[in-house]
T-cell receptor, first 112, second 116 residues
Framework: GDSVTQMEGPVTLSEEAFLTINCTYT??????LFWYVQYPGEGLQLLLK?????DKGSNKGFEATYRKETTSFHLEKGSVQVSDSAVYFC???????????FGQGTTLQVKP | GAVVSQHPSWVICKSGTSVKIECRSL??????MFWYRQFPKQSLMLMAT?????????EQGVEKDKFLINHASLTLSTLTVTSAHPEDSSFYIC????????????FGPGTRLTVL
């Protein structure tokens, strides 16, 4: 069945460092891909999404490109801030079901 | 906008009791509601989907008689864990989809259930 695999965490970076969180997926058809972020004590929030191959989603300095050939959707940010400390979830939605299949989440901690 | 609340945020109960968790949209009407379960350091697992006016659809392996879902209104969904046991201890999260827009899911902050 469809699945999402994220890199193991936690990831600890210094402020202004470059961030990459790897995400690969397995799916039949052409899913939509998402990154969600969960700040402490809050619900998951949509960070960015891409609905077809080669689309690039971006928001708040974060980017991810839908790579069909490598079945990947890696999250990147050029310069992280302490306020980016959170748990990041990669997810896919198969077809038009509206359902989401999540990766296990990656905790990011940014130190001043 | 698109704020979702869950109540309670945490609950501790004795084995054999039933626990009800509420999920509310505060500023929109939701036509579709999802319930997820999350184990420590694991991903969110979809338990069930409910659409306005119809019964919930449960994912494979989720007992519908144990996890009762009521799509009470366009702003409220409840999950009742019946005859809870320690293995039901988990983090339960709801998400709601507004009737307008691009089907984005808006998530509640979650409810931590501990069954003793």
């Amino acid at each position: 069945g469809d699945s999402v695999t994220q890199m193991e965490g936690p990831v600890t970076l210094s402020e202004e460092a470059f961030l990459t969180i790897n995400c690969t997926y397995t799916a039949t058809g052409y899913p939509s891909l998402f990154w969600y972020v969960q700040y402490p004590g809050e619900g998951l929030q949509l960070l960015l999404k891409a609905t077809k191959a080669d689309d690039k989603g971006s928001n708040k300095g974060f980017e991810a490109t839908y790579r069909k050939e490598t079945t990947s959707f890696h999250l990147e940010k050029g310069s992280v801030q302490v306020s980016d400390s959170a748990v990041y979830f990669c997810a896919l939605s198969p077809g038009n079901t509206g359902k989401l299949i999540f990766g296990q989440g990656t905790t990011l901690q940014v130190k001043p | 906008g698109a704020v979702v609340s869950q109540h309670p945020s945490w609950v501790i109960c004795k084995s054999g009791t039933s626990v009800k968790i509420e999920c509310r949209s505060l500023d929109f009407q939701a036509t579709t509601m999802f319930w997820y379960r999350q184990f420590p350091k694991q991903s969110l697992m979809l338990m069930a989907t409910s659409n306005e006016g119809s019964k919930a659809t449960y994912e494979q392996g989720v007992e519908k008689d144990k996890f009762l879902i009521n799509h009470a209104s366009l702003t409220l969904s409840t999950l009742t864990v019946t005859s809870a046991h320690p293995e039901d201890s988990s983090f339960y999260i709801c998400s709601l989809v507004p009737g307008t827009g691009d089907n984005e899911q808006f998530f509640g902050p979650g409810t931590r259930l501990t069954v003793l």
